[in-house]
């Protein structure tokens, strides 16, 4: 593979770049935590934007060659936003917990996402409104708590914010990218 072909394939992954994890002993400011919130927030009205743009003969095409199709995509951002809210409030409720990771390719193999992904748009919604009215809620301390997560280490509920905020804007900005290419 040439240097401009894995670039293009980088790009086409990461069309806003890979997420950059800061280190667990610097915590985000109150206007960074802001400002992650706020990105959640809009997540939900930049998917189903790009969802009333689609056809259903869009939803099994892949958002990218060797890539998930649209339909998997959509329901991937929901399960792994659902996530984000159990680690959250496990993370709150108990001592430095060990949180569970999952197979995320295997999850989109399961019967479920084969629904249509509205079905996941609607889920997405609510998980985002559930997951931001705890957000909104918490204190600096609670920020900084800590869990275990057995692939990526310790964290804290400040990289948890900022690792969704970038999660949702990386896959919305790969089905931008996909809508765009499809024009």
Not at 13 to 22: K, L
Request: a negative charge; charged letters at 20%.
């Amino acid at each position: 593979m040439t240097d401009a072909t894995e670039q293009a394939s980088e790009q086409q992954r990461f069309p806003i770049g890979r997420h950059q994890r800061r280190d667990i002993d610097v915590p985000n400011t109150p206007d960074e935590r802001t400002g992650f919130i706020e990105r959640l927030a809009q997540q939900t009205a930049s998917m189903a934007t790009i969802m009333d743009g689609l056809e259903e003969s869009d939803w099994g095409n892949p958002y990218r060659p060797g890539g998930w199709t649209v339909q998997q995509l959509v329901h991937h951002v929901a399960d792994s936003h659902a996530n984000a809210l159990i680690r959250l409030k496990v993370a709150l409720t108990e001592d430095v917990p060990t949180i569970k990771p999952y197979d995320q390719d295997a999850w989109v193999t399961l019967a479920d996402c084969s629904l249509p992904p509205h079905v996941s748009l609607m889920m997405f919604m609510a998980v985002q409104t559930r997951l931001i009215s705890v957000l909104h809620s918490l204190d600096d301390a609670q920020f900084r708590r800590r869990f275990l997560h057995p692939e990526n280490g310790p964290m804290t509920v400040d990289q948890l914010l900022a690792l969704y905020a970038w999660h949702g804007d990386h896959h919305i900005a790969q089905l931008q990218a996909y809508k765009a290419a499809r024009a």
